[in-house]
Each structure stands twice: as C-alpha cells, then as structure tokens.
C-alpha cells in the first residue's frame, strides 16, 4: 500500500469518526439519576461555550431588564426560571429552544442567545407576521451542572426529552446508556412549563437544538403523525444539516415527536460538535422558517433583505 493510499483512508476514517452518530461518548455505568453535588458559589463549565453568559440565562434572578421583552414560562426543580425573549408582534410564532440536555449540550445555550443578541441588535430582521420567541435554556438546573454527562439531566436526575407525551416510556435510553424518563409523562416542572407554554398559545414551528449528531431530524408521532418533510427539507437546504431520519437508537418521550401529534411542526437540529455555536447556518435557518411563515408579500423590503 503506497504513502499516499495510506493516508487517504486515515483521512477518510478520520471523517467517518467525526460525523457518525456515535459522536459523543457516553459512559453506560451512570445510575439514572445520578448528580454531583453543587458546592456554593459554582462556576458553569460549558463546553467551550461562555460561561457569563451561561450563568446569566440559567440563574434564579427573577427580575428581568425592564428594556428586555423576556419572560419566564415556568420554574425548574431548584426554582430557577426558564426565561423566553420575544422578537416581533406577528401571528405566526417561531419557537427556538436551546439546552433542554443542559450543560451538556452547551453550545445550544450559546447558540440560543447569539440568536438573542442578534434580533435584539437587529428587529428589522424578524419579518412582518411572524414573532420569535426563544428560549435558551430549557434545562436551567442542568446548565449549571458543567459540561458531564449528568449535567444533560434536571436536578432529579431525569432526561427532559425522554419526558414527553408521544411514546413515553419507563425505560429510556441515550445511546448505550439507561437514563431516568421521570416517573410519567410531563412529571418534570420544565416539561409541564414547556408543555403549557406550547398549548396556550400553538406555534407554527418549533426548533430544538441539540449537539452533535449533526442533522436535521423532524418530529413525528406513529403513523397519524407523520414527519413535517416540507420543514426538514427547507432547513437543510438553508443550514447545510442533512436532513434525514433518526434510526441510531431508539427514542421515547422526545418533545419534537409529542408537538408533531399536536399538529405542530418541530424539528431537531443537531449541531455537528459540542463546542461550536455554529451560528451563521443557524441564523440561515431561522431566516429560512421566517420567509416561509411571514404574511408580507415578495416585494415587502424586509423579505427582499432576508429571503433574497
């Protein structure tokens, strides 16, 4: 075999590693429910991601900037509010929600509040029809929990998206790993806070971010409730994701899947790492989803300046 056959095939195995679904590794020996203890005054650790910013969004002060459009939907085990911001006045509501796996899945905190510092710096940039609402960290307990693979459940020690209506059941399972579901459906205070949140007010679309498969996966729930391909297809081809079917494990009790038997399209984006925000294709994606729900017409100057 020659030099240059060689290191052709590391290269090539070296891709295959990277963008496999086996990504991240997981240890099968955690106890479901298991957590590290929380000394006084801990530092977030996020995987690369800003830990400031980290401890602003998941911290238990209750009192936002009166200049903010922010809100609280609900409280975490440990009292710490899960705060929304909202962008626009439109009919149709885009819901982005970020760290429902904490800590763990970092960067989608992070990349949840880029999409924050943007529109706050840029409101001309959410399209006539529509309204943003994002919520960063849907799993404020977990966010502080540092970067391990505890810090992915709330502070009893449940996986948030394994809480969830569609398809729930009492054994749950990430990759090899057995993880705690709750003791029923919707038995987390985040579930029932995103839950109410969703219902009293239906979304036209719903995006949860997570890392690092690195896809697009849309929910859907049996055969009633199938995937929403038109969604899929438009964030991949925005975002540059693939989007494609999630088959490398099964998945109970996952929120995208319980809004798809709502009626209401949601999707996964998987980041492709653990570190990166990888914000510029998300804002693509957003844009994209925009174009699609806003009322204004083709020639409207705020569609010709997004959707172009």
Not at 26 to 44: E, F, I, K, W, Y
Not at 223 to 245: C, F, K, R, S, V
Request: aromatic share 8%.
């Amino acid at each position: 075999m020659s030099r240059w056959t060689t290191l052709i095939l590391i290269v090539l195995a070296c891709l295959l590693a990277a963008c496999g679904a086996e990504r991240v590794s997981l240890p099968s020996t955690l106890a479901p429910g298991q957590l590290p203890p929380m000394p006084d005054g801990v530092t977030p650790t996020a995987n690369g991601a800003d830990d400031a910013r980290l401890a602003a969004i998941s911290g238990l002060d209750a009192t936002p900037d009166p200049a903010d459009d922010r809100f609280d939907i609900g409280r975490s085990v440990e009292g710490r509010p899960i705060w929304a911001w909202r962008f626009g006045e439109g009919e149709r509501r885009l819901v982005l929600v970020g760290a429902i796996h904490g800590g763990f899945e970092a960067n989608s905190a992070l990349l949840a509040e880029l999409l924050i510092d943007h529109f706050r710096d840029h409101p001309e940039d959410v399209l006539p029809g529509v309204e943003i609402v994002i919520i960063p960290a849907a799993n404020p307990d977990g966010l502080v929990r540092g970067s391990g693979v505890e810090a992915r459940f709330n502070a009893n020690g449940v996986d948030l998206n394994r809480n969830w209506g569609c398809e729930w059941s009492e054994t749950a399972v990430v990759q090899d790993m057995t993880v705690n579901p709750g003791t029923g459906p919707f038995s987390e205070p985040e579930s029932q806070a995103l839950r109410d949140f969703f219902l009293t007010e239906p979304p036209a679309a719903v995006v949860f971010y997570h890392s690092a498969a690195g896809g697009v996966f849309m929910g859907e729930c049996g055969d009633d409730h199938p995937a929403a391909d038109w969604m899929g297809e438009m964030l991949e081809e925005a975002t540059g994701y693939t989007y494609g079917q999630f088959d490398y494990y099964e998945v109970s009790g996952d929120a995208s899947n319980w809004l798809a038997a709502q009626g209401i399209p949601a999707a996964i984006i998987e980041l492709n790492t653990q570190t990166e925000p990888e914000f510029a294709q998300n804002l693509r994606g957003v844009y994209a989803l925009q174009c699609y729900l806003t009322s204004a017409g083709a020639d409207h100057p705020a569609v010709q300046r997004v959707c172009s």
